[in-house]
């Protein structure tokens, strides 16, 4: 992987396809906070009802005046404490590698520039990225890849390993819950300099205590999204 993949992506912000039907950046978009400062996440254990959850997010955007929410790269987050899939002998993981976009199920997804297909997984526990699409990327001859989490599973079985990827055309929709991992509905969407051997799956939340080393391996998704 390339030190400077983040300074690669930069170089190419006035190529992107956008990922949604509508820009991420515009009016009605607010950034949501799951930090343990927000007292709506006072108590993170009730976060395991995946309505309850999703009437908070609805809280959260009309306290905004918002529609859809976004956000969370490199957030230190109290919300997955809900699912033992985030626990480790020696540190918990809650620093989140990719950006959130919390939208309705069904909208559609693409990507923001050309690719294939790298792999195709349902990573089906509770808290996991339910359906998820990996697409590989070239710019200058040098590979990476998006991560596209929570997706609907009616759609996986359309796409297979090389499948070419266009930038900007739908290939997937935000799922629902329970199928989407459990959670409200969301696209988690992340940059990956090196898969490291890792085929439909890849860590999307790590130990706080290893941020240098996950941020160099997973930049900012914001250098992709427009």
């Known amino acids: 992987m390339p030190q400077d993949l983040a300074s690669l992506l930069a ?3 006035d190529r992107l396809a956008p990922i949604f039907p509508f820009p991420v950046r515009g009016p009605g978009v607010a950034r949501l906070n799951f930090t343990a400062s927000n007292p709506l996440l006072a108590h ?6 995946t309505a309850a959850f999703a009437e908070i997010v609805q809280q959260m955007l009309a306290e905004q005046h918002a529609t859809i929410g976004i956000g969370g790269y490199l957030e230190n987050r109290v919300i ?8 480790d002998a020696t540190e918990a993981r809650s620093l989140h590698l990719g950006v959130d976009m919390w939208v309705p199920a069904g909208t ?3 990507a923001p520039l050309a690719g294939v297909v790298h792999s195709v997984a349902d990573n089906n526990n509770f808290g996991d990225y339910g359906p998820t699409v990996i697409i ?3 710019l200058e001859d040098v590979p990476f890849y998006t991560l596209y989490g929570h997706l609907s599973r009616i759609d ?6 090389r499948n070419p990827v266009l ?3 739908a290939f997937a929709r935000v799922g629902p819950y329970p199928e989407n991992g459990d959670w409200p509905p969301h696209l988690h969407f992340q940059v990956i300099g090196d898969m490291q051997g890792r085929w439909g799956d890849f860590p999307g939340v790590a ?3 290893e941020q240098e080393y996950w941020a160099k391996l997973c930049p900012s998704p914001w250098l992709l999204l427009k």
């Open 11 to 13: 170089r190419y912000r």
């Open 108 to 110: 559609p997804v693409a």
């Open 136 to 138: 590989q990327h070239w």
């Open 207 to 209: 130990p706080a205590s």
């Open 80 to 87: 997955y404490r809900r699912s033992s899939h985030f626990e």
């Open 44 to 49: 993170p254990e009730q976060l395991r009802d």
């Open 167 to 169: 930038p900007g055309k």
């Open 156 to 161: 996986l079985a359309a796409l297979q390993p």
